[in-house]
């Protein structure tokens, strides 16, 4: 059964703390990916990474970084948490061989900074 | 223009009706075609993907791609309870670029 996994389902932290939520998938695809999930704005992608160390930026990078020191291993990093980085992240990893594969998601973490 | 544009509902049908939902998309490059199904407070999961023109048919779901209108829909047969959950449309342009739409909530009344 394929997995992502990530690491917290909810976390709570406050403003200005460093914040890192962590997904690792077993599937060995090179693809993953961070996206935010608002009411009413759907899923926004924020990074996404098609290989070791390789990283590209989303739609709405600003605030955020991440690591991708290991095929397996895809971390997302808030660099000083806000209340407007409030919100739903999914992790995401896909098969980067063919555009006819779909992107498998992990459960998913719902961030609260108070 | 939204790049993938769902309309976000709710749509409510009847048990045991068919469920149209429907999605349209903006990038004529676009190659591949999913649908997600997520329950609230819970990650999508596939449902189908399509990437020819036509229909394909997977138990009580059928996905219909028509390229040359940019439209693809998700039609559910004998819509369950179970299946009340929001419908995320996703487009693929390049194999690590997924579009979602914002998705369409469907609630089955039983």
């Known amino acids: 059964d394929v997995k992502v996994t990530q690491s917290s389902r909810y976390l709570v932290k406050r403003t200005g703390e460093k914040v890192f939520l962590e997904c690792v998938q077993d599937m060995d695809h090179e693809n993953m990916f961070w996206y935010r999930q608002d009411p009413g704005l759907g899923l926004r992608l924020i990074y996404f990474s098609y290989d070791v160390k390789m990283k590209e930026k989303g739609d709405i990078p600003e605030g955020y970084s991440v690591s991708r020191e290991k095929k397996e291993r895809f971390s997302l990093i808030l660099e000083s948490a806000s209340t407007n980085q409030t919100s739903m992240y999914l992790c995401a990893s896909s098969f980067a061989g063919s555009m006819n594969t779909e992107a498998f998601f992990g459960q998913g973490t719902r961030l609260t900074v108070v | 223009q939204k790049e993938v544009e769902q309309n976000s509902g709710p749509l409510s049908v009847p048990e045991g009706a068919i469920a149209s939902l429907n999605c349209t998309y903006s990038?004529?490059?676009?190659?591949?075609f999913f649908w997600y199904r997520q329950y609230s407070g819970k990650s999508p999961e596939l449902i189908m993907f399509?990437?020819?023109?036509g229909d394909k048919e997977d138990g009580r779901f059928t996905a219909q791609l028509n390229k040359a209108s940019q439209y693809v829909s998700l039609l559910i047969r004998d819509s369950q309870p179970s299946d009340s959950a929001t419908y995320l449309c996703a487009v693929n342009v390049r194999t690590y670029k997924y579009i979602f739409g914002t998705g369409t909530r469907l609630k089955v009344l039983a």
């Open positions: 990038d004529r490059g676009s190659q591949s």
């Open positions: 399509i990437y020819s023109n």
